[in-house]
């Protein structure tokens, strides 16, 4: 038998022991819905279900005695007195979700920590009962919160989210040195380039903005309920790989010396110059973001436009240079 | 699935014989017995590769001869949960047929589903379609007895990078899991180069929306870390399958590989301790101010461990100003020259 058909083998069983404990309840069900929590096609299923009680020459098929199969257009029907209950999760799938607890229980606060650790147990619990380093393959996740407050913050969203509550956000904007009330309707969180964003409807600007977590310094979730629109499409406020909600008229031009451009042009689409250097371009959502962007990579990056941000970085350099 | 439905059949353990009246590709008069015993035998192993906790039971010699799958460890237990809101609900419904009625009750608090949920969304947006497709198939039985939901929280993880080939994810996952030696090609961007590299895998980390193997590379005698979504047509050394090709140290902890680290803390440099003074009215350095450690004879400050300073000067000339090396004088020279050569680009306009 070669890996190939291993495989399809295993994904077939792996199917059929979804899809039966699902059909056998002497009922017929739509096959559509069936082949969609089973996360196939309904010509899959369908081949699946009837290798079942069909003898094939050769390949995967099997005879299962017992089992009785009916199916007409729209419908399925099983009949059979073995699995009836799904099969308790496999070692892979305990270490997946193992490894996906793992990795926010480091992020939340004490009290969800102590959450996820309960939810590991209850997992284990439900796994079968082989040794679980046959099949888990050893991997783990970092955290995604650089410090306790932003995951304390982080945790106060998700629950206002969740609950489809208000929140007030204390916030520092990136030209306002003291932080600022913000009343903010939350719609959904996105994590891109290191950090975490809410995305929420904000009475102040009365429009739909983005407020990174690591200038959230309070969150207050509130009683009052958040207006949600019903057809609140989360994707849609993300541009090119970030939450761009804020409008953005102006672009920001940068060009990257041959130095780095390879790693410039490993995370964007970018401009390559005969010099060797690449050229980037950026929506130019705030001043001080940009100006920070471009000091992080000393003299290998320059702001080519606007001249705004030019004379910006200028003068920041020129103060640390008069600095004592 | 003959095999395993003709061991939940019975409640105690049977022979090969016993299963090959259950099974019809056993009893197959075309073959030898020989032939019959070893597809067996694969069988038996590939199911127990899958997750079939099919047991081996020896005999009074001590010798294997019969074989059984229990059904309490091969159903999933019955879903409630906790507390059970109406009476009705508090009975699980057991459907008849063989193993059904002695599956324990699992009682899930509804904030442990929600976590479960949380978690396998987590992995999805990990860009490893194996994990992912073991979380989402987890999650589907967990949800046969009772919903597992996140509560709404929508949230998305974006990733500028490319994600990595899944056939290299997979093989890398085998070599890991078999603890078999793995060849691949490389591209190293420091040197902009391709090369071959055999290295023995003890782990993946996921980190910073990148994976990452954490593997011993036998030429430079020491752990290294490579960018997954950078190796290409890898291969698992295929002598002696079922032998594992090195072992990895007990006191190896995969953890300390998926801390977040900032570039000025790798590297074999000798550590340095850098005192920092942030202007904390300044929106960009407050979520800086998290990092390092106090510093307790200068209020205000932060203390660094920094291996490698270029990297270090570099993350604090980001601060315009509003972060500034106090101590060593060496690192407050390098941190001015940077910002020297920084202001230089700009002499002419472009």
């Known amino acids: ?53 069909t003898r094939f020459e050769d390949g995967p098929g099997g005879f299962m005695e017992g089992v009785r199969l009916a199916f007409d257009k729209n419908t399925v029907q099983l009949e059979s007195t073995l699995f009836r209950r799904p099969m308790g999760l496999t070692p892979s799938e305990l270490g997946a979700l193992e490894l996906g607890l793992a990795a926010l229980a480091r992020e939340l606060p ?68 003291a932080g600022a009330d913000r009343s903010v309707h939350p719609y959904g969180l996105v994590h891109a380039r290191g950090h975490w964003y809410l995305i929420g409807y904000c009475d102040r600007a009365m429009s739909i903005r983005i407020f990174r977590l690591d200038r959230i310094t309070d969150v207050t979730v509130l009683d009052a309920e958040a207006n949600i629109p019903p057809n609140m499409d989360l994707e849609a406020t993300l541009h090119d790989g970030m939450p761009l909600v804020n409008s953005a008229e102006e672009v920001l031009r940068v060009q990257y010396s041959a130095a780095i451009a390879r790693w410039i042009a490993e995370q964007q689409a970018v401009d390559a110059q005969p010099d060797g250097s690449v050229i980037a371009e950026y929506p130019l959502l705030d001043d001080e973001w940009a100006v920070r962007h471009v000091l992080q990579y000393g003299p290998d990056a320059e702001v080519l436009e606007p001249a705004r941000i030019r004379t910006m970085v200028c003068e920041r350099l020129a103060a640390i240079l008069a600095s004592a | 699935m003959d095999l395993i439905a003709a061991l939940l059949r019975v409640h105690f353990p049977v022979s090969f014989e016993q299963l090959s009246a259950d099974v ?84 899930f608090e509804p904030d442990e589903l929600a976590m479960i949920a949380r978690a396998a969304n987590r992995v999805q947006q990990m860009r490893h379609p194996t994990l992912a497709a073991d979380a989402a198939t987890a999650v589907r039985k967990l949800a046969f007895d009772i919903p597992v939901m996140d509560g709404g929280v929508r949230e998305i993880m974006l990733s500028p990078f490319r994600g990595p080939d899944p056939e290299v994810l997979d093989v890398l996952d085998q070599a890991v899991r078999r603890r078999k030696r793995v060849e691949f090609d490389y591209r190293s961007l420091e040197r902009n180069a391709h090369a071959q590299r055999s290295v023995e895998p003890y782990g993946l980390v996921f980190l910073s929306s990148q994976w990452y193997l954490v593997a011993r590379d036998p030429q430079a005698d020491g752990l290294r870390h490579f960018r997954v979504s950078r190796i290409s047509s890898a291969t698992v050394n295929a002598s002696r399958p079922q032998t594992p090709d090195f072992d990895v140290p007990e006191d190896f902890d995969l953890w300390s590989h998926a801390e977040s680290r900032r570039a000025w803390e790798l590297g074999d440099g000798d550590a340095i301790s850098v005192t920092v003074r942030f202007d904390s009215s300044g929106t960009y350095a407050a979520g800086a101010t998290a990092l390092g450690e106090s510093d307790p004879d200068e209020p205000g400050c932060r203390r660094f461990v920094v291996r490698r300073v270029d990297a270090f000067v570099r993350w604090l000339l980001s601060f315009g100003g509003a972060a500034q090396p106090l101590t060593p004088e060496p690192i407050v020279v390098a941190w001015r020259e940077l910002a020297r050569r920084t202001i230089e680009r700009y002499a002419v306009a472009p």
């Open chain 2, 24 to 107: 019809p590709a056993y009893a197959n008069a075309d073959q030898s017995p020989d032939a019959r015993m070893r597809m067996f035998e694969r069988d038996k192993d590939e199911l127990r590769a899958l997750g079939v906790p099919i047991e081996s039971v020896a005999d009074e010699d001590g010798a294997i001869s019969r074989y059984r799958l229990r059904s309490r460890s091969f159903y999933l237990p019955y879903m409630q949960l906790t507390p059970p809101a109406p009476a009705a609900a508090a009975a699980p419904h057991r459907p008849r047929g063989p193993g059904y009625q002695a599956l324990p009750v699992l009682a």
């Open chain 1, 110 to 177: 004490p009290h969800e920590a102590a959450v996820a650790e309960r939810a590991r147990g209850r997992v284990v619990e439900a796994s079968t009962g082989l040794a679980p380093e046959v099949a888990r393959v050893p991997a783990l996740a970092g955290t995604l919160v650089t410090s306790e407050q932003d995951g304390l913050h982080l945790s106060q969203l998700r629950t206002a989210i969740a609950g489809h509550r208000k929140v007030t956000l204390q916030y520092m904007s990136g030209s306002s040195a």
């Open chain 1, 1 to 53: 038998m070669s890996a190939r058909t291993t495989d399809d083998a295993a994904s077939q069983l792996r199917r059929l022991l979804i899809a039966i404990p699902t059909l056998a309840d002497d009922q017929p069900h739509p096959i559509a819905d069936v082949a969609a929590l089973v996360g196939v096609d309904v010509d899959t299923l369908a081949r699946d279900l009837r290798t079942l009680v």
